[in-house]
């Protein structure tokens, strides 16, 4: 059976689809044969409606690593498991499992979240304060509960042992990502000199749309085309309907430093207990 012994846990909107593709490109990891499988959320949803453990146990997440041959690490990432128990509680039960997530401070995180919602996905049409759920003093959205993420690694902490467990700080990813890989790649066993010979970009950031539906019908379809057809026919896709996003108000600006002071004893004490799992 071939199944991941490495999973990018999450959260959204850290950074997971460059860390994905940057290690999916050296010869001793093999990655799923897409990013985000979805395959242990504890609903099913638009992703998971394919496959998902409640309802196709092992047998189909196996399909993703099918292509397994020699090599150290196999990995997925799918952003949202480090919500997910069925996720930890799962993979825990993997051989040699490490697990990485990267942590990104909850204001900046949401905001591009939201970019990426209104005008990408366009899931959402509102404000930034609506989507933080801020009635004037409070923040009462869940997605902001949810940036707090002491409690996930506490309940992935019940699964797995510490040291199968690390976190990147987002900020060390953007600033310095070869280093940061170079201490992954050290944490994973794995030859850290060859991302010394690559060229590494980075992915998923944020855009708008001019067409949403022909954006979903390419997500439809990504899934079923192989990745070198993918690297081809996405430059020209994007050309066609990509657009830039606005550039962020003072309004906006203003409410996400209210939401980074609201949430500074939170994110601090987060730091503090799990600063020696930091890599």
Excluded at 91 to 108: E, H, P
Excluded at 116 to 140: A, I, Q
């Amino acid at each position: 059976m071939s199944l991941p012994n490495f999973i990018i846990a999450g959260p959204p909107k850290t950074g997971t689809t460059s860390l994905f593709d940057w290690l999916s490109a050296h010869p001793n990891v093999l990655p799923s044969k897409i990013k985000e499988t979805y395959y242990f959320y504890d609903d099913a949803n638009v992703g998971s409606a394919f496959a998902n453990f409640n309802k196709d146990g092992w047998e189909k997440y196996e399909e993703y690593f099918s292509e397994h041959s020699n090599e150290a690490i196999v990995m997925e990432a799918s952003p949202g498991y480090i919500y997910s128990e069925l996720a930890a509680k799962q993979l825990s039960t993997l051989k040699d499992l490490k697990v990485v997530i990267v942590y990104r401070a909850a204001a900046d995180r949401l905001f591009s979240e939201y970019q990426f919602n209104r005008f990408k996905t366009k899931k959402f049409s509102g404000s930034f304060d609506e989507y933080l759920g801020y009635d004037g003093t409070r923040f009462t959205s869940h997605l902001v509960e949810e940036s707090i993420l002491t409690p996930y690694v506490d309940l992935w902490l019940k699964y797995v042992k510490e040291y199968q467990f690390r976190i990147i700080n987002f900020d060390d990813l953007k600033s310095d990502h070869l280093q940061v890989l170079r201490k992954l790649a050290s944490y994973l066993g794995i030859d850290a000199s060859y991302f010394e010979t690559v060229t590494l970009e980075r992915k998923n950031e944020t855009f708008g749309l001019r067409n949403r539906k022909l954006h979903q019908w390419a997500l439809s379809i990504k899934r079923r085309t192989p990745k070198a057809l993918q690297n081809l026919i996405t430059p020209l896709y994007y050309a066609f309907n990509k657009t830039d996003v606005p550039p962020i108000s003072s309004e906006e600006q203003q409410l996400k430093k209210q939401l980074g002071v609201y949430l500074r004893n939170e994110e601090e004490a987060f730091q503090e207990k799990f600063n020696h799992l930091f890599l």
